[in-house]
């Protein structure tokens, strides 16, 4: 089966430093990878994905990923971080099962941003 | 949050009651899912429906059931043969015919259970 796995329960950095949200995988296969990002009692919003292609990734609200294949590795990036950037973030790999797909969430990583 | 809504935002029932949870999408999705969330253990599959009138369980569907009687819509039913029902239940669609696999949730509900 496949599996995500988030090593961080917490990350903390100063806003307008760089940060990093860790992600390894486990796949049997091509990894099809996400990130999504959630705000106290909100549901999920989707950042980004790696499907194919270019193993840096660019997604929404300035965040890229970097998919490392030697490393089995997916780690959320963004250059400069904000103070709104707080919040729980989750790593996602695809796996199909017999009627369809699903995605296979990791545990989340609390990302906290101070001024 | 866009285009698919779950209501109510927070539900409060006794023990031994069933509870309903609705959720409706109108980004004509096929695939429809129900997660569990629970603090420190991340996102768990209830149920998924790829097509109308088909569903699967998930991989804690003990205590739950669903039904996929149109497009839009797919509604969770939490029994009270659900152990340990509190928690946070997410919804999401995706349109799974263009491979792109990606998830799009509603904002959830919260439902509380005593």
């Known amino acids: 089966a496949q599996s995500v796995a988030q090593p961080e329960d917490q990350v903390n950095v100063a806003e307008g430093n760089p940060l990093t949200v860790k992600c390894t995988y486990s796949?049997?296969?091509?990894?099809?990878l996400f990130w999504y990002v959630q705000y106290p009692n909100r549901g999920l919003q989707f950042l980004l994905k790696y499907i194919t292609g270019d193993n840096l990734v660019k997604g929404s609200y300035g965040f890229e990923a970097e998919f490392n294949k030697s490393q089995t590795s997916f780690h959320l990036k963004k250059p400069s971080a904000l103070v709104s950037d707080s919040a729980l973030y989750f790593c996602a790999v695809r796996d199909i099962v017999e009627y369809g797909n699903k995605l296979v969430f990791g545990a989340g990583t609390i990302l906290r941003v101070k001024s | 949050d866009g285009g698919i809504t779950q209501s109510p935002k927070y539900l409060f029932r006794k023990e031994g009651q069933n509870v309903t949870l609705s959720c409706e999408q109108n980004l004509n999705h096929d695939a429809m899912y129900w997660y569990r969330q629970d603090p420190g253990q991340g996102l768990r599959l209830i149920y998924y429906s790829q097509i109308v009138n088909d569903f699967q369980k998930g991989d804690i569907a003990e205590g739950y059931s669903v039904s996929r009687e149109k497009k839009e819509s797919f509604p969770l039913t939490v029994t009270s043969a659900q152990k340990n029902p509190t928690a946070f239940y997410l919804c999401a669609s995706s349109a799974e015919g263009l491979g792109t696999y990606e998830q799009y949730f509603g904002p959830g509900t919260r439902l509380t259970v005593t």
């Open positions: 796949v049997s296969g091509n990894p099809y």
